[in-house]
């Protein structure tokens, strides 16, 4: 079991910065691939990033390709989203994701999910 837990969230003007952050305990958090992942209110769940275990690989969605960077830091079992220059489109909820193998875009892959936290970006 990996138990994840986001932080960072908030309200924004657009053109401003957040860091998101998503801590792990558990297992090892160093064998897991983590992904970002957003719904928006009346919308799907979508992908917006991930990063192997290793973190020398990202995937990012195009619409945030450019603005956001996801890094890990294995040693503190922590996965950060910064995202800049935010939209108001950017507005959701933002979870962070685990699954034991390879970073993946699908939502279905992943085995564990945090509880999500809040941005709201504001024009």
């Known amino acids: 079991q990996v138990q994840l837990v986001e932080s960072g969230g908030g309200l924004v003007q657009a053109g401003g910065s957040l860091r998101l952050s998503c801590a792990a305990s558990g297992r090892t958090f160093s064998s897991y691939a983590m992904g970002w992942f957003r719904q928006a209110p009346g919308k799907e769940r979508e992908f917006v990033a991930a990063?192997?275990?290793?973190?020398?690989?990202?995937t990012y969605a195009d619409s945030v390709k450019g603005r956001f960077t996801i890094s890990r830091d294995n040693a503190k079992d922590t996965v950060y989203l910064q995202m800049n220059s935010l939209k108001p489109e950017d507005t959701a909820v933002y979870y962070c994701?685990?699954?034991?193998?390879?970073?993946?875009?699908?939502?279905?892959?992943?085995?564990?999910w945090g509880q999500g936290t809040q941005v709201s970006v504001s024009s």
């Open positions: 990063i192997v275990w290793r973190g020398e690989s990202t």
């Open positions: 994701a685990a699954r034991y193998g390879g970073a993946s875009v699908s939502s279905r892959v992943y085995a564990y």
